[in-house]
């Protein structure tokens, strides 16, 4: 057969392309420009009826942005449109698909405008300026809608999820959150603070995570300014069943979270020390993805926990006294392979939206034994805490803290957290070390959770003394003491503790702070940091007797101190030798040199009488005989009174942590703009759903 014959009976045969989804050809139809819906009057019923492509969609679109932006405006601008209608579709997919749609529009305008911000460049290439502010009210008021569906409907826990994908895209299209111009219609319309409430109370099991993070974001922007209606809303918010059920949506993670440690714990401890050391450098160095509903205690809860201490004082309430319970539920899962300390591995779950149905308070099991939020959260913190050297754990060491500061701050809080018939059993766990033992205690006795705080304080004292010093925590652990203290004090309260070990760990902090002075010094204010720490020991030398349960306790504190007499005169040689030169530390040197006068009173004078009675008695001292000197010479010691012990500087996030809050603030959305993928699947089964029923079509 010739050559020619061949070529002929190939051409004979037409070339076979590609099917393509009808969505994708619905697509392609709109991007390239035309018109189609002139032509066919039910193309948008078809396109919002049809499952959506996400992937393809958004490799389209930013493709056609680059290549064709003119073409593509009045596109997009017509099919934003097209999608305001369709959200308010009494047919339930074609609202699903308008509600997708309008995700992944919003996402691709701030993707490609990342530099230049989500403003009115953004905003007119999504849907024209002209009528924006009506159209965004229009978008919110159906999510609004959505929210308050009926939980008898069997679908309304995909749809929800659904209104929380538009309106979670549109708080993070930029990581700066002030520069998110799409945020001014969420402060616009405000009622959305409503629906979210209504949710706290009715489905916290199925929605728990995306409320507190969409909560989290509305109050981050723009928040010292008087415009946020949020904040004004949230502040004065009093619905006590809300707030519960708030304090138990974190709670439960707190919970699942503690749980999970400790299992990967008693597992280690079983294994050999070598075998631990690997697994914990192993873990430590893994990365991962994961699903933005599967994470570690996210940081966006812990955001939405302190806010609602630092803002609303009825949470207090809550924070208090409310039993937590937990639920079964992916969707307030806690692991985030990012964030997991290196000791406990990421949990795995299946990926997009999880289907549930709505679950009751009272379909909660409870925990084993009695719990509060507050309980919950200190194991928490003690977890958290021993893995600080990290940057991002470090972070959320001092988001913790910063919670416990307004916490203490509380008049409310520090009277319950006192109170010895409000008690509880907190397990605080201890970062392993050299000279001392694991901690085997798996059932602390019940206690006032001050008893349980001082005891994490110090923990953290013991455990950070390290070269690269965590001065900024240090400062906020301090801080949460001398609140403690200043409520004891104030209110002459004698709480049952041991105090002589907290003791210690402060003296041996004031040795390492002089051990590491070249280290230190030069980039942090130590002498700030121990005035505080002495002003402690002034607070207990001067007022000890209206706070401390015994005299033998008040007697312990003044042996402690002349005990380590040579630390606390070092500590002075050390402020001296700052305060006579020149330098940007010779302030706070001076003020440290005048907090040490009473300590510098107490161990010349008991120190004097030691030395003589034990010349007398030509053997040493035992530690019964320096307390029957210390008792004995009370008369004779002349000390300065330091006023205002109790006081101290109400905390200011504006005046002292407005940048890491930022930071914070753009860290959840970023972590959540990496993590968060489209689970178009929720439209197929709501098909299957709705099937059993009989839908209404528009």
Known sequence: MSADTNNSNKSFWPVKTALKEKIVVLYDALLTGDQPWLENGHYWDDFFLLKVNSKYLLEELERTYI??????????????????????????IRQLNAYYTICILIHVISRVNQRNGF?????????????????????????????????????STLLKNTAFDVVLT?????????????????????????????????????????ICLLLALLLQYHKYDTSNTYIVRFSVFDDEVALTSLAQIIGSSLNEYNKAYDIERTANESSSWWSSLTTFVGSA???????????????????????????????????????????????LSL????????????????????????????????????????????????????????????????????????????????????DENVIFSVYLHKAPMRHRKRNSEKNPPSRPLAVALLDLTMEFIWSHMMRNFPYDLYTKCI??????????????????????????????????????????????????????????????????????????????????????????????AFACRYANNDNEYKESALKLMVNLTNIKLITHHFNTKIEAFSNSQNNPLTENQVLDIIRNNYD???????????????????????????????????????????????????????????????
């Open 285 to 331: 160095i893994q990365s991962g993805t994961g699903n933005r509903r599967m994470k570690k205690v996210d940081d966006c809860l812990l955001l939405a926990f302190y806010e609602a201490v630092h803002l609303n004082r009825n949470f207090i309430s809550a924070l208090t006294h409310t039993a937590t319970n937990s639920w079964n539920t992916k969707g």
């Open 170 to 210: 549109c708080c993070t299209t930029m990581l700066n959150i002030n520069e998110n111009m799409l945020m001014d219609y969420m402060m616009a319309n405000a009622n959305l603070f409503d629906s979210i409430m209504q949710l706290v109370i009715r489905s916290p099991a199925s929605h728990g995570y995306d």
């Open 67 to 92: 290549e064709k932006p003119s073409i593509l405006k009045p596109q997009l601008n017509i099919m934003f449109d097209q999608c305001l209608l369709f959200v308010n579709s009494t047919h339930r």
């Open 119 to 155: 403003g009115y460049p953004a905003l007119d290439f999504l849907c024209g300026t002209e009528g924006a502010e009506n159209k965004f009210e229009t978008l919110i008021e159906s999510v609004n809608h959505t929210f308050l569906i009926d939980e008898s409907f069997s679908g």
């Open 479 to 572: 801080g949460i003491i001398q609140r403690i203290l200043s409520f004891q004090k104030r209110t002459r309260t004698r709480l049952s503790y041991p105090w002589r070990p907290l003791w210690n760990a402060l003296i041996t902090l004031l040795k390492f702070l002089q051990n590491c002075e070249s280290q230190l010094t030069k980039h942090r204010d130590l002498f700030q940091l121990a005035s505080k720490i002495i002003n402690i020991f002034n607070l207990f030398i001067t007022f000890g007797d209206t706070f401390l349960r015994t005299p033998e306790a008040y007697d312990e504190v003044f042996y402690e101190t002349v005990r380590c007499y040579h630390i606390f005169d070092n500590l002075f």
């Open 335 to 418: 692991s985030n392979n990012d964030s997991l300390p290196p000791s406990l591995p990421a949990m795995s779950a299946p990926s997009g939206h999880v289907v549930q149905d709505q679950m009751d308070l009272s379909d909660m099991e409870d925990f084993s034994g009695s719990n509060n939020l507050l309980s919950i959260f200190l194991e928490y913190c003690s977890i958290i805490q021993q893995f600080s050297k990290n940057e991002d754990m470090c972070n959320t060491t001092k988001l913790c803290y910063l919670i416990l500061l307004c916490i203490t701050e509380d008049e409310f809080a520090n009277a319950t957290m006192h």
């Open 636 to 698: 004779t010691l002349a000390l300065k009174l330091h006023d205002d012990l109790d006081q101290y500087d109400s905390y200011s996030e504006k005046a002292t942590e407005a940048s890491f809050f930022a930071n914070t603030t753009r860290n959840i959305i970023g972590n959540y703009r990496r993590q968060y993928t489209l689970d178009t699947n929720s439209s197929v089964q709501l098909s299957n759903i709705l099937l059993n029923e009989v839908p209404t079509i528009s």
